[in-house]
């Protein structure tokens, strides 16, 4: 990818068919029984199916339990004063997650420069989330009894992947990279005056499959040029995008729980007895446990094997989205809780040991006054 703003003529490339497609991810449940879902929405006759990859992936990509996706209708949205008809699905994950996309077709024949600026107008655009949230509070109200322990955490992530399928102006991946401002487009920056640093830092996380295609990853979006057609790369990345909104959550359940821990040590010390030591310890494990069962599903969800373009794609998404870095800071804290859990235990068996010593001399102070009695008599 040439990293020289002034090389880049976007005026040459336009898009004949393609897709903006916005990720809106919500945390809904601990697990979700995906066969009961099936159920409920056998029942409503809602259209659904399994998620399954295109390409012949059997060895580099491998997914545990398959989501569900739920197709939702149309949805109309605002985008630079001009309405559009998005498509709209679920996907339902069994460790807990809804996705909502939201598809807008790109008209045919939108020049490069136009879709910068339809960028930067999506990124600026608050009502997509607005919308998602809607149609989640919908959706998760139909699927009550399919989700155990129901979240009502208010976070999300959001993600929006250009989807190209066929393109004017380029012939390979390499003319595409020198004629198309890639880097603006991922950034919603219509600023052409991006600094060499940023353009430079895409290129670690571009892959190709041919040499007419293209996938070109960021933190909060991708860019996909799959002349076939195929979504496999899109349903890579939405996958991974679902692995960060999880190390999100339970980042910032874990620092609830932790503070609540905290706060409740601190009033059984000042005597006011929030909670006994033993319930403290118990809380304490239990966390404890659940974590550490979290990253085993979702770390066990998808399996990649071997050095293939989807599963390069998967690993190249999780080191731009960071997911080490936020797992890393869920097993420090699990770590602490394991801590306070040894602490309380070893303050409930002191002060088991103490009930049991004041127990004995009770006894030992009522068997020599019963002797004494004895005596007396």
């Not at 999100?248 to 929030?274: H, P, T």
Request: charged share 25%; hydrophobic share 40%; proline share 3%.
């Amino acid at each position: 990818m040439n990293p020289k703003p002034e090389t880049y003529s976007g005026e040459t490339i336009k898009i004949r068919k393609g897709t903006i497609m916005l990720y809106r991810c919500f945390d809904i449940a601990e697990e979700v029984n995906l066969s009961k879902v099936e159920q409920i929405l056998t029942q409503e006759a809602s259209p659904k199916e399994r998620l399954r990859l295109s390409r012949p992936t059997g060895q580099a990509v491998v997914i545990k339990n398959a989501p569900i996706t739920i197709s939702l209708g149309e949805t109309s949205i605002t985008i630079m004063n001009r309405e559009y008809a998005a498509e709209t699905t679920a996907r339902i994950w069994d460790y807990g997650v809804l996705s909502i996309l939201f598809q807008l077709t790109i008209p045919e024949g939108t020049d490069w420069n136009q879709l910068l600026g339809k960028s930067a107008a999506i990124e600026a655009n608050s009502e997509i989330d607005a919308f998602a949230r809607k149609r989640a509070k919908e959706l998760t109200g139909r699927l009550q009894d399919a989700l155990q322990q129901p979240s009502e955490w208010e976070g999300l992530e959001d993600y929006t992947i250009y989807f190209l399928e066929h393109v004017e102006g380029a012939r390979n991946a390499v003319e595409f990279s020198e004629r198309a401002d890639i880097p603006a487009l991922m950034l919603g920056e219509t600023d052409r005056n991006l600094s060499k640093e940023n353009r430079e830092a895409l290129a670690e996380y571009t892959y190709s499959y041919r040499d007419n295609d293209l996938a070109v990853i960021d933190w909060n979006s991708a860019l996909v040029w799959e002349p076939s057609g195929m979504r496999d790369i899109p349903d890579v990345l939405e996958f991974a995008v679902t692995h960060l909104l999880e190390m999100r959550y339970y980042d910032d359940l874990i620092d609830r729980r932790l503070g609540l821990l905290y706060d409740s040590i601190e009033a059984r010390r000042r005597n006011k007895g929030r909670l006994p030591f033993w319930k403290l310890s118990h809380e304490a494990s239990t966390r404890f446990i659940e974590f550490s069962e979290f990253l085993g599903r979702v770390e066990n969800s998808l399996k990649v094997v071997g050095d293939f373009y989807l599963a390069r794609a998967f690993r190249g998404a999780i080191r731009r989205f960071r997911v080490a870095d936020w797992q890393g800071s869920i097993s420090r804290k699990m770590n602490i809780l394991a801590q306070v859990s040894e602490l309380l235990q070893g303050e409930v068996n002191t002060q088991r040991s103490m009930l049991l010593e004041i127990i004995i001399i009770v006894l030992i102070a009522f068997e020599i006054i019963y002797a004494l009695a004895g005596v007396g008599h």
